[in-house]
């Protein structure tokens, strides 16, 4: 249960105006991150082979895949670049004086990182990776966070199950940087030796007494069971969520777009036509790839567009329909092939190009408002375990996006082809990919990148689900949307170049002024330009 | 059971048609137009509250309940201490709470296996998915009881705990809901809270928390402090993750939410729906006044939200303060229908128009959407509507009417016929198990847009017909 949010403007500390202000003068951000409103500082807590460094990243993962920038700050990477060579677990008695002062001036550097990152950068969260289990530690931190104006949120994982943190140590200490020779024996001797080191000193969270005004989550035994304590705000409450719908258990996701469709052969987008010829060839592969697998209990999602469901239909298994899962709008544009789209709207095929990840199409979707759509299907995934997802190629680069940590300038540009199917297994800290190709032929559907600088129109990109960028050119005949079977038959107008921010504040009117296209922004640093301009004035 | 299941036992594929109504793509022989369309629960799903009287659990179980149904997972609750009343029919006083009274014991033991019998009917036999169960259930006998009535039926279970010290708190909880409830009808305030009083300790006694150890196996999660804490355990399932985050983000603090819809467009004139057009001058009229009336209502620190479209914008616009722009608030999707008037969808689609007076709820434009998605779509907004305090939400009226279902609990049925006409704001206030409304007109004239369901709704039904409920327009 929340406590009031915080409002961007309600902060009088001046580091933070500063620092708000880049963030939102980037307009194409998420609504994720708009929803942030404070750089928020994630600590993890716990003895070593407790998956601290498993949650850190995909937590950053995850956040920086809905748009919010996230970052990790790993502890053990500062040490092990200022102490060159790891010798054993000696280093971390706590009696080792010299280590102790090393360990404690790397912390020092790691939280200027995350200051850098937080305050300058345009970070919105960071992440700090390490054991932070003694409560002089956590204390540091919080002072650390209180001069910054960040907000704080611990998050600490608890395991007592000796068979979990064996594993965790063969499957990803083994391969540690600390550990070249890779001798298991070994390698799991000292590290727990490096544990009862850790042991000696542990002070973990006290939700009654010495921590109960703290904000955290404690993970007990792999997420068998959750201590929540003081959620502040949005953020923290989807992150909450989230970390309790991951698992550790071993499962493996298939990702493939539907059966190639007669559009596809036709070079058309959109639309819901039926698969051709060979999509049907594929539909009949693809069942015999999921026999030859023998997949126990593999659940099959598909979109609600005909071609998935034909392909789906193949297998002869239950499947379950998502809209969510739908590909993606293209608006006034579906059913187009691209030529079509070049000659009916050229300014708005060469916006396209500028940047496809916010470019939404009229009357249609962006892969950013994909991203949000898709959300849930990824929550999901998350809590299922083994899952075909019989998608489409924008919406398929957007999950793969999220698995294999792609940001939004790859994402739109993902290979995605026909009649191949992607198995990913989570495996250490990130994702293995196999990808087989079924072995029936298809068009490719993939556009690349333009070659060549392209020029950057900030505005423009962005725009409602609407037909007109601006609400104030009413006179616009707007063609009708979809009248089925026919195109629209008037392009839109073209977007004067007044439409640029910087432009349109110097045309302003009293009412209109602040009906930027960048409309994912908020109207109070609208306003703060305004003040600004007429001032100057 | 998933629709498409049946047929595993043929081997050639199945022809596809679309559903009319939904636009959903179903094999040939299927025919029955219900579908699920995320398997939310594969087994149905017992929710278990847990706590000392006056602990919030009926305004959670409530709440849930709403929820839930509001998100298309048919759920029912049933209070124990209803069924006490059906059967005691007089309440005298705390003394049949006593632990050693036998009679109150056995009568109490009763009532419970009476409303569990009515939970199996309503999981097993009338569709229902989930049950929330209503009662103290303060010793592990009672849970174990449960427990394994579920076990037998096939149920999943999921214990809902409140823990609450706080003596403010709880003399709220007997404030606001207790002296109403029929067992105080005749007694005054001072009596109705002592004897109340009296009743808590009459379980105190006996109560036996969630344990951390003892109760290690089971999913549950404990509320402490009206959310402060939460301790969740063995979360196994889809329904018990969403609930687990509806409970986490619900909280107690009093607010009000208003709800209107842009000022009247140029397009709402015309009788054209959807499309995305500017403001009327009566509409901009509206707006003002709108700001007006929010400077009288001095709300303390009001959020605002809109939708991407234009006219939600330029309401807020005129409001002079800073506002937040929400996709998802966007009107319904009308498809092929957008910027149509409804003499024009009659003209160019009698079919769907017939078929969307049959099932406007889960009728889905084509090419577009259905209330049934659009609420799929508003979910993560009541989400943060939960979260939030005092919010203004400048919408549309499909849009107004999804949200307004929720407060209010209306069934899919009422949902599109909800009235929520232009230039009217409603104020929400939770209070008591429910939520209070104010209707306010802020005297700016308008075009009426709505329509109510015809008489005949026959696809082969005469043009007269299909128009008789349409509003006037220019």
Not at chain 1, 348 to 355: G, K, M, P, S
Not at chain 1, 492 to 498: D, E
Not at chain 2, 351 to 374: I, M, N, W
């Amino acid at each position: 249960m929340s406590c009031t949010q915080r409002d961007i403007g309600a902060s009088t500390n001046s580091t933070e105006a500063k620092r708000t202000d880049p963030r939102c003068n980037e307009k194409k951000c998420s609504w994720a991150s708009y929803m942030t409103n404070s750089p928020t500082m994630i600590v993890m807590i716990g003895l070593p082979a407790r998956g601290k460094t498993y949650m850190s990243k995909k937590l950053t993962r995850y956040l920086n895949w809905i748009g919010v920038p996230t970052k990790v700050f790993n502890l053990g990477v500062y040490r092990r670049e200022a102490v060159r060579a790891y010798k054993s677990y000696d280093f971390f008695r706590h009696d080792n004086e010299e280590a102790m002062k090393i360990r404690k001036q790397c912390a020092l550097v790691a939280l200027q990182d995350v200051r850098v990152y937080l305050a300058e950068e345009g970070g919105q969260i960071a992440v700090f990776d390490a054991t932070n289990t003694t409560r002089e530690r956590r204390d540091l931190i919080q002072a650390f966070v209180k001069e910054n104006g960040f907000k704080v949120f611990f998050v600490e994982s608890v395991c007592d199950d000796p068979d979990v943190i064996a594993a965790n140590i063969l499957e990803v200490k083994v391969s540690s940087p600390d550990y070249p020779e890779k001798h298991r024996e070994r390698v799991m001797e000292d590290f727990l030796k490096r544990i009862e080191c850790y042991k000696v000193t542990y002070q973990p969270l006290d939700p009654d007494n010495y921590d109960k005004d703290l904000s955290f989550i404690k993970v007990i035994n792999v997420g068998q069971r959750f201590l929540v304590n003081r959620v502040q705000d949005y953020i923290q409450s989807k992150i909450v969520y989230y970390l309790m719908n991951i698992h550790v258990h071993s499962h493996s996701i298939y990702l493939c777009r539907h059966g190639e469709s007669n559009h596809n052969v036709e070079g058309r987008i959109g639309g819901d036509a039926e698969l051709s010829p060979r999509g049907k060839k594929f539909a009949h592969a693809l069942r015999d790839f999921i026999e030859e697998y023998e997949l126990s209990d593999l659940k099959v999602w598909t979109s609600q567009l005909r071609r998935t469901i034909q392909t789906a239909e193949e297998l002869s298994v239950p499947y379950e329909q998502w809209k969510i899962l739908n590909e993606i709008d293209a608006g006034v544009c579906e059913e187009m092939t691209y030529q079509m789209i070049q000659e009916t709207f050229p300014e708005e095929f060469a916006l396209r190009d500028q940047d496809k990840y916010h470019y939404r199409y009229p009357g249609g979707e962006s892969y950013q408002d994909l991203v949000q759509r898709l959300e849930p299907v990824i929550m999901e995934l998350e809590r299922q375990g083994n899952v075909l997802v019989i998608c489409h190629q924008a919406v398929m680069r957007c999950l793969l996006a999220y698995f294999l940590d792609k940001g939004a300038d790859d994402l739109p540009y993902m290979k995605c082809p026909l009649h191949t199917v992607l198995k990913l297994t989570p495996v250490a800290y990130g994702c293995k990919v196999e990808m087989f190709y079924l072995n029936v032929e298809a068009v490719n559907t993939h556009r690349d990148r333009p070659l060549g600088k392209v020029t950057r129109d900030s505005a423009l990109i962005h725009r409602r689900n609407s037909y007109t960028p601006l609400s104030s050119y009413d006179q616009v005949k707007r063609p009708r949307l979809y009248s089925a079977g026919n195109q629209p038959w008037l392009p839109l107008a073209p977007t004067p170049s007044a439409l640029m921010p910087e432009r349109l504040q110097s045309q302003t009117r009293t009412g209109s002024s602040c009906l930027t296209p960048c409309v994912k922004e908020s109207t109070l640093t609208a306003a703060k330009k305004l003040v600004a301009v007429s001032a100057s004035e | 059971m998933l629709d498409n299941e049946d047929h595993l036992l043929e081997n050639h594929p199945r022809e596809l048609t679309q559903n009319p109504l939904k636009k959903i793509w179903m094999p040939h022989k299927n025919s029955h137009i219900g579908h699920r369309r995320v398997c939310m629960t594969n087994c149905p799903t017992l929710i278990v509250t847990v706590g000392l009287p006056a602990r919030g659990k009926t305004y959670i179980s409530k709440k849930l309940t709403r929820y839930l149904n509001w998100i298309g997972v048919p759920t029912k609750e049933f209070n124990v201490g209803d069924y006490r009343r059906e059967c005691l029919k007089i309440y005298k006083s705390f003394e049949f709470f006593r632990p050693d009274n036998e009679e109150g014991v056995k009568i109490r033991r009763q009532c419970a296996m009476s409303a569990l019998n009515d939970v199996r009917q309503y999981l097993s036999v009338e569709g229902g998915q989930v049950a929330v169960f209503d009662a103290t259930n303060t010793t592990r006998d009672r849970r174990g009881t449960i427990m394994k009535f579920a076990e037998q039926n096939g149920f999943k279970v999921f214990f809902v705990e409140s823990v609450c010290e706080d003596p403010e708190v709880i003399a709220q909880n007997i404030v606001q809901v207790k002296l109403g409830n029929p067992d105080y009808m005749n007694c005054s305030s001072e009596e109705a809270i002592e004897d109340f009083m009296e009743r808590i300790k009459c379980y105190e006694t006996s109560y036996q928390p969630l344990d951390e150890d003892l109760d290690s196996d089971v999913s549950y999660i404990k509320i402490m402090d009206v959310g402060r804490r939460y301790l969740v355990n063995r979360v196994v399932d889809h329904i018990q993750s969403r609930i687990v985050y509806y409970l986490m983000n619900i909280h107690i603090t009093p607010r009000s939410i208003y709800l209107c819809r842009h000022g009247e467009s140029d397009l709402n004139i015309k009788g054209r729906i959807g499309g995305d057009s500017g403001l009327s001058s009566r509409g901009k009229e509206f707006a003002k006044r709108l700001r007006s009336f929010l400077e009288e209502q001095k709300i303390k620190d009001l959020k605002i939200w809109t939708s991407q479209m234009k006219r939600t914008i330029q309401t807020a616009e005129c409001l002079g303060v800073p506002y937040e722009q929400w996709k998802s608030l966007n009107e319904i999707d009308a498809g092929v229908c957008e910027e149509m008037m409804y003499e024009e969808i009659q003209e160019h689609f009698p079919l769907e128009f017939a078929l969307r007076d049959q099932d406007k709820y889960r009728y889905r434009y084509p090419k577009g959407e259905s209330y049934e998605d659009l609420v799929q779509r508003l979910e993560p907004v009541i989400m943060e509507l939960e979260r939030q305090e005092n919010v203004l939400v400048i919408c549309h009226q499909a849009v107004m009417r999804c949200l307004l279902a929720y407060f209010l609990d209306k069934t899919s049925h009422e949902l599109p016929y909800l009235k929520c006409p232009l230039h009217t704001v409603l104020k929400l206030t939770p209070v008591a198990y429910g939520c209070k409304v104010e209707s306010v007109y802020l005297g700016v004239d308008s075009v009426n847009t709505h329509r109510d369901r015809p008489e005949n709704v026959n696809v082969q039904r005469s043009t007269e017909d299909a128009l008789q409920t349409v509003p006037a327009h220019h």
